[in-house]
């Protein structure tokens, strides 16, 4: 295996298999490798390394099917089944959401499907985010495989929340250590003009928790910058004032271009990123290009968050541990 000398420390040998970072401070690919042929321990074992340490890992020309691809999955941790899904997700296969199904979120409310993201990512790191992050167990990783993907354009960003920590000035990480934030679906949100169906939604399916803002990650114990902006309303205990300008900052600090990386998809290619220790950013660069973009996501079962403290996260509303 070529891969670089901490890596190599880690993770050992397999042969024919090759790990290149692709970034300074996250992301790496990984080629060689057949993730629709039963893997070995070995290889599982690298694999997981290679994600922990860079956060987010690349697999290209791969032939997944929804059954191998629940099957990949399989091996890093027990699948999460979603109790709804969109009509593009395939039946037979609970834990498969095709990504295709937001088209349909906008409609069922009297939208198209621009003017919902519109409403929902209305400045520049509104759109950032961990999957689930409002649950009080968001997933611990996530597997998404391209089926169909535009000529250009529709690439995924993701930023390393680790990196982005350690990169704060060591009395704003001793402040952060101490304060909890309040996540929740629909944050930031802008209603319609008069009646709004998808703010009545949002209303009577809240989902609400209260994380550290700094979370241990419970396999490396390094500590993340537990921040989002897709999700994260308000710091606890400080004024909204205060809460505003922190946030922004830390939000700034999380997706600063060094911590992130960009990745180009092609049919056929699989990214499975940490969504402990991660936030990344959906393209907005694709409506106008008029080619369809499918994708396919399977996402694994997590822990409660556990703060610099020991304590662990709390659930506000609409959630409890392992139910979907």
Not at 62 to 70: E, K, S, Y
Not at 78 to 94: C, Q, T
């Amino acid at each position: 295996m070529t891969t670089d000398s901490t890596s190599a420390e880690r993770n050992g040998r397999v042969e024919g298999v090759t790990v290149r970072p692709v970034a300074g401070h996250i992301g790496a690919e990984i080629t060689g490798v057949d993730l629709a042929a039963p893997l070995d321990d070995s290889l599982v074992a690298l694999v997981r390394e290679t994600m922990l340490r860079w956060k987010v890992v690349f697999f290209r020309d791969q032939r997944l099917d929804h059954a191998g691809h629940v099957a990949f999955a399989r091996r890093f941790g027990e699948p999460v089944v979603l109790r709804k899904r969109g009509s593009a997700s395939p039946e037979g296969f609970p834990e498969v959401e095709t990504t295709a199904d937001r088209l349909e979120l906008g409609g069922r409310f009297g939208m198209e499907h621009e003017e919902w993201l519109r409403r929902r990512r209305h400045t520049l790191l509104r759109g950032w985010h961990c999957d689930h992050g409002a649950r009080i167990d968001p997933p611990a990783a996530t597997v998404l495989r391209a089926e169909t993907v535009p000529p250009y354009g529709g690439d995924t960003t993701w930023a390393n929340l680790a990196a982005a920590y350690a990169g704060l000035s060591a009395p704003v990480r001793a402040f952060a250590d101490g304060l909890r934030a309040e996540h929740r679906l629909g944050v930031g949100y802008q209603p319609r003009p008069g009646d709004d169906a998808y703010l009545r939604h949002l209303l009577d399916h809240q989902v609400a928790s209260e994380h550290p803002l700094v979370r241990v990650h419970p396999e490396t114990g390094e500590r993340v910058l537990f921040v989002n902006g897709y999700y994260l309303e308000q710091i606890s205990g400080v004024s909204r004032p205060e809460s505003a300008a922190l946030l922004e900052m830390l939000l700034e600090q999380a997706v600063r271009p060094e911590y992130t990386v960009r990745f180009r998809w092609e049919p056929g290619s699989v990214a499975f990123w940490d969504n402990r220790a991660t936030v990344h950013l959906a393209p907005g660069d694709t409506a106008h290009v008029g080619h369809p973009r499918i994708m396919h996501r399977v996402m694994l079962q997590g822990d409660v968050p556990v703060g610099v403290d020991g304590i662990s996260s709390k659930p506000l509303v609409g959630t409890e541990p392992g139910r979907w």
